[in-house]
């Protein structure tokens, strides 16, 4: 059986084959100047440090033009 290493998007779940580039991967954060997370993290959900992030292309660009338009609309 071969096996195929996945990543998985954090917003809907869908897995990508990790040697693929079908996936936007964010090491950190995307912040809004100097502070103002946008999108990503630096913890998992247990608190262990995980700097990376993974998202389907198309969701990782409505969830940052999503949050964007509220910051300009300030
Ligand atoms: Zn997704």
Do not use: P, Q, W
Not at 8 to 31: A, P, Q, T, Y
Not at 56 to 66: A, Q
């Amino acid at each position: 059986m071969k096996t195929i290493e996945a990543v998985k998007c954090e917003n809907c779940g869908k897995l990508h084959e990790v040697s693929s580039e079908d996936f936007i991967s964010i090491h950190g954060n995307v912040c809004i100047g100097m502070n103002g997370g946008i999108i990503g993290h630096n913890f998992d959900k247990e608190g262990r440090v995980n700097r990376i992030s993974v998202y389907c292309i198309n969701n990782c660009l409505k969830i940052m033009l999503e949050k964007f338009t509220t910051y300009t609309k300030r």
